[in-house]
């Protein structure tokens, strides 16, 4: 099980933080849907919809059972099925991929730039071929991809593009929220991630009424209004609960994507001279503060002596794990994983507390 909290170790990612800032309002909100009798496709479902789509400057939102349904009904909604191709990252979540291969498609996954870490757009030319359909690209720890190069090749092959957002929210590019780039965004609000939910939850953005309708119609067995099928779908719906606490919590968004921005700009100048660290493209939503370094198990042994706690995301690439295995190889890919180590951040972190974990670092002497 994974545990973020509860232990006497400053954590690398504080849900529970989140919940106590806001605690009375979303107390309160939560009560709201419990006295409604409404738990399911209710209000609060359809105003988290309208604030988020109008937030990320999206013509339409759809809420979504979680980050892995919302990469599914996005796909299923963009045309793509059994056997078709798409383009996608190994240096990402499994459940990246996993939404591909789940719906019958096939990933087809390519290596990440080296400075950005985030797909290698050059690499996508040369791995299409005639049943390419779409493309994935993942803003991996907030970090916008370079769409420039990737919207004009997928318009030069007619690719459908979904981006991969669940890192992201908040994230900015050409002056444009990310997930507005592509066909649709797909996101999902796990709690630990930017604006996050109590429980499973996911939201998918488009600026297309086709992808909107059917993607609606897709998370709800594929039916209409009148409860009539039109398309093959499934149960992928955000229930009432969570829809009320996203509610509460998306104006503060803004403001913790900028303190969470202040302590990576503060971890980066204390530490850029020791570790490498991600090279931004746009405005990032800086969900998780991932460095570089040879001596990672070295480094994290340091830090849990010291009463700091790290993570790795992610220690084994995708196209290395045994339902994805092809026996391919992503240089990049493959050397990063064995050198990133993910250092605490999150919103509610004290100065105090980043001074901790920055002079543990510079305290470390392989
Ligand atoms: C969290 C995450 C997902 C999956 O989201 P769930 O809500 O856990 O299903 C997908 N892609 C990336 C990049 C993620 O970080």
Redesign the pocket.
Known sequence: MQRFYATNMLPWTNPLASYLELKPEIDVAVQRVLQSGQYISGHEVEAFEQAWASYCGASYAIGVS???DTLRVALLACGIGPRDEVITVAH??V??VAAIASIGAVPVMIDVDYRTWTMDCMQIEPAITEKTKAIIP?H?YGNPTHMEVLLRIAKKYNLRVIE?C??AHGAKLLGMHVGTLGDAGAF?H?PT?NLGAMG?A?SIITNDSAIALRARRIRQYGTDDNRVSHILGFNARMDEIQAAVLLVKLPYLDGWNDRRCKIAQTYYRALCDRFDFQVTHGQSAHHLLVVRTMKRDKLAEHLKYRGIATSIHYPIPVHLQAPYHSGQRLPITEQLCKEIITLPLYPQMTDGEVEQVIDACLDFKA
């Open positions: 979680s980050g892995t990402t979540a459940a990246t993942v991996l991969d669940a890192q999902s796990y991630k499973d996911g």
